[in-house]
């Protein structure tokens, strides 16, 4: 079992930064792939970037990519999500979330097995 908790969410102007931060439980986390989505009011979870168990592949949603910075610090237990240049539209709750994945999956949020709680980030214009 893997808990996922995640924190740095929080009210930012637009161009703004922030960063989100996701502690794991449990001795797996190493061997898992790691997730980034999020949920806007009255839309459907959408992938926002994702770490392979090594670090060695990275993706990005489009509407972040250039933005957005994923890392994960395995000693840590934990995954970032850097945000730069923030907009708007970026206001969603963000969830944390762990499994294993392909190239082909990765934005699949059915694939991941263990999600946190999420964290509100709000981005005002």
């Known amino acids: 079992q893997v808990q996922l908790v995640e924190s740095g969410g929080g009210l930012v102007q637009a161009g703004g930064s922030l960063r989100l931060s996701c502690a794991a439980s449990g001795r797996t986390f190493s061997r898992l792939g790691l997730g980034w989505f999020r949920q806007a009011p009255g839309k459907e979870r959408e992938f926002v970037a994702a770490i392979s168990q090594s670090g060695s592949s990275i993706y990005y949603s489009d509407s972040v990519k250039g933005r957005a910075t994923i890392s994960r610090d395995n000693a840590k237990n934990t995954v970032y999500l850097q945000m730069n240049s923030l907009k708007p539209e970026d206001t969603a709750v963000y969830y944390c979330?762990?499994?294993?994945?392909?190239?082909?999956?990765?934005?699949?949020?059915?694939?991941?097995?263990?999600w946190g709680q999420g964290t509100q980030v709000t981005v005002s214009s």
């Open positions: 979330a762990a499994g294993e994945f392909t190239f082909a999956t990765v934005r699949i949020d059915r694939v991941y097995d263990y």
